[in-house]
Structure formats: C-alpha cells, structure tokens
C-alpha cells in the first residue's frame, strides 16, 4: 500500500521497533552514547510495556551493564529470591526434587521477581528523559526499502481502513519513519522479522527455530499462602513424559503469586490444549494450596524462543538488525531472556553508533554479528545449545537429566559437549501429528474458582481491538481449515489458541462446519502462526494501540 500512498517522512539516526527491553536498552545505550542522535522508539501497544508478557524471574545483569547504578535510579526489581524449588508432579503427589545438584545457572540467586512489563514502563521514561522520542499506539506495519535494497525504514501509524479493506472517514496513512540504522525488536515471531529473514535468507544454514508457549496467570493471595521470593517450578503431570512442559510460580510484591504454565509447541496430540492443561494443572493440591483464597487479577499469553543458539538467525541486514526475541536469545532451561535482550541492544547500539560516526549508513552491521560472538549471550546460549534437543528427544525426565548433565559439561569446558551440536529437525508445525493416530481428550469443565474458560481469561487481559478494520489474523487459503486441517488434524487452531480466536461451527443438524476467527480476542502470542500444521495462518499487526493492555505482567 505504501507505494500507492503519498505519506509524509521524518528522519532519524535510528528507529526501532519495539519498546521491549531490547529496543528501550538500545534507545538508552545510543544516548549514552552520543546525546545527539535522534532515535525513535515504535510500540504497537496502547502504551510502553501494554503487550509485555513474562514469568519473570529477571537476571539484572542486563540492567546493571546498561545502568550501573540501577537500584539508586530506581529500577522496579521488586522482590530478591529467597528459595528456589524445583517439584515433580504426580497426578495427587508431589516428590521435591530441590536437593538434587541443580546447575548453578539454574538457581536464581542474586536474581529479581519483577513485572517485566513494569520494568519496561520504567526503562521508557527513562529513555525519554535522554531525549529519546517513544511514540505508543504506533504499529510498524510495513518495510521501506533504498533503491540498493537496503533497508530504509518502516510505515506506522496507518489508522482507519475498513473491514473491506478501503480507507474509512477516519483514514490516517501513516508515516514514514527513516533511519540509517533500523531495529527490530518486535519480541518472538515479530511479522515486520519474519519479512526480513525470508527477504535477506537470514536463517540459511540455521536449524529451524523452536518455540513453546507460555500462558499465565497473576493472582493476589491471602498472607498465610504468600511467601515473598519464592520461585517453583514443576514438571512432570498433567503432562505424559513425551511433552514438553513444565510450570512457574513467583511470589512477588504486593502478595502476588504469578503462575504459568509452558508447553513446548513440538507437541504431537492435536487434540492437546495448552489453556486447558494449565488450567488442569491449577487443580492440582500442591499448587491450589499456594492460590487458596487468593483472587485472579490478570492474564495472558505470548510465545517463547526455544531454539537456541544452533536457531538463531544472522543478526543483521542491510540496514538494520534483530534484537533480543526477535532473533531468539532464551535461554530455555533458565527460562531467561530479557537479560540476554537488554545485552543485544547493547551491542547492537554500539555497532550503531560507531557506523554512524564513520559516516555510514544503511550497510550491513556486522560488528554487531562479531560482538555478539564474544558476548556473554553467545557463550550462554552455547553451553545450553543441546538442552532442547535432548529434551525433544528423550522426553521430560531423562531429557531434563541428559540436558543438564550436557550443560554442565560444555559450561565447564568451553562449551565442548559429547553430543557436538544436536539438531531440531522438524519445525513445531511439522511435529503435529494425525488425529487418526490420538483420542480426544476431555478437560474437565472449570470450577471458576482455580481453573476458568478462556473468555473470562481473556477478559482479563484488558484486550481489544477495534472490529471496522481489516482481521489482523489471515489465511493463505481459505478452504484449508476445513477442506484440509479439520479432517487431517482435528482443525487444532480451536485448541492450541489461548484466547478462543478460532472456532469450527456447525449448523443445527451438526454439519456444514464452517471455520471462525474471531480476532477480537486475540492475545497477540502468535501461536497460531507458529503451530498451524498447514502454515495457513498468517498473523500480522492490527492497528496501532489494540490488543491486550497488560498490569503488571
């Protein structure tokens, strides 16, 4: 469309997309820099930090190389851990396995209980007091491209087409933001990224990325189930041995409790639902005694990186780079990102800066490449590079202990493990299996006390979209969810999402199915894009401001 459109430009040193703890640690780090560059900051959400979803347990070394004196400044690292612990699940029972020799890195000592999306808040005001220039509600829609084929910029802002796809009374173009240097911090399967990679073969030679979900919960809990800087995490029931997963929970600041679940979306049985296996989990009485008489105040979902470093894609392109998510920095067995993300906005900036002192612009941003390969996320991300993998293939219980093992020993020698680089294979939508193969299953009906439906949950998560405009969920083919997908996989799109986005109808006599989406509800965690067996799905940004505004999160 931005061909067709005459738009009005503006131009900056850097724009970058996202205000995520990547892109706002980038903004700070450029400023510091050099205070007079001109940076722009680009978020989709209502406001800094509205779509940010994490545990999170927050490594604050991120933060501390960024801003040394982040706790005088006053960086909302709410609560220190106190007590890691680590539970293997049975279907009644519990068996504590804290005692094992966990890995060092595994431990959260010296680590925070936060909201990220908070943290985020916080990083953007701060961001703006070095002049950076935050402009929320604004969704990068489009690329725009040099003549060479570098990358120039992006469109944002366009507001007021119709649901028929033509501009309404309100129609707003848009801009043009121009930039010597682009950023894309879009967090996990960003769409503005997915264009990239495919346009510059940025992830030729790569293993396929891997992903998981990860839904969650904040409740706030009476004193007497509330033990501040606790971390758990289980594994183990309602999953079987063959399906990746586990559960978080962290108690946090104002007596709460943020609980969630992550299944890894390599999961076989299309008949598996991630929300319902959460909210079964919840019943279970060694978790339901740490929510009893607690209240359910928010909730969400957002897809995680697990791929590792054998996934990550190269991190520049002509005129830009990928940061933190958006090119997969999770460390999956800390399940920690954001530490990670802040170090490669770092990075990135640095590169940045030092082009743009050169007199370049719009070139590739190699010394971004090279620095991350002597950065502590490189050598991260390395030592853990077979833990899923392993994991994948030997199943939870074994995995877990061949992963570890695995770890211990490339961390400890360099990063040599015995296994040399395993590979992931398949992608996640290719690992769905046939519903001939698996049996329905039956989750029990919520009791609205500890386990809900998805549409009260939704509710929760504050999310909206403005229904006159164009769906911002599309298909390459519309005859696929029902002509191919129902009767082939048992249409998983009405399970896998965690926000009741997609439905298969039937008519009074239960025929004719005809297949729903109903974007309204979307979450924006990009599952569905991920996980769709057919990879008929397409998600892309809906206009800017809409979608969940998340508290605390």
Known sequence: ????????????????????????????????????????????????????LSGAVIDPSGIAELLPDWEELGVPLETKVTRDKFVMLGPQGELDISFLPFPKWMLNHGNYIASLGNVCRWMGTYAEGLGVEIYPGMAASELVFNADGSVKGVVAGVFGIGKDGQPTADYQPGLELHAKYTFIGEGVRGSLAKQLQAKYSLTNGREPQKFGIGIKELWQVPDAVFEPGLTQHTFGWPLDNATGGGSFMYHFGDNYVAIGFVLHLNYKNPFL???????????????????????????????ITEGGAQSLPQ????????????AGMVNVPRIKGSHNAVKSGILAAEAAFEAISAGRSSDDLTAYEAAYQKSSIAKELWAVRNFKPLWSRFGTIPGLVLGGVDAMIATLLGGWSPWGTLKHGKSDAESTGLAKDYKPITYPKPDNVFSFDKLSSVFLSSTNHDENQPAHLTLRDASVPIGVNLPKYGEPARLYCPAGVYEVLYDDKGQNPKFQIN???????????????????????????DGPNYPNM
């Open 519 to 545: 974007f309204q509800n979307c979450v924006h965690c990009k599952t569905c894009d991920i996980k769709d067996p057919s990879q008929n799905i397409v998600w892309t940004t809906p206009q800017g401001g």
């Open 1 to 52: 469309m931005s061909e067709a459109v005459e738009r009005e430009a503006m131009e900056y040193d850097v724009v970058i997309v996202g205000a995520g703890p990547s892109g706002l640690a980038a903004a700070i780090r450029l400023k510091q820099l050099n205070a007079d560059l001109t940076v722009a900051v680009l978020e989709k959400g209502s406001e800094v930090g509205a779509h940010i």
């Open 273 to 303: 639902s991630p929300f319902d296996e959460f909210q079964r989990f919840k019943t279970h009485p060694s978790i339901r005694a740490y929510l009893e008489g607690g209240k359910r105040i928010s909730y969400g979902a957002r897809a």
């Open 315 to 326: 991190l520049y392109f002509p005129g830009g780079a990928l940061l933190g998510c958006s």
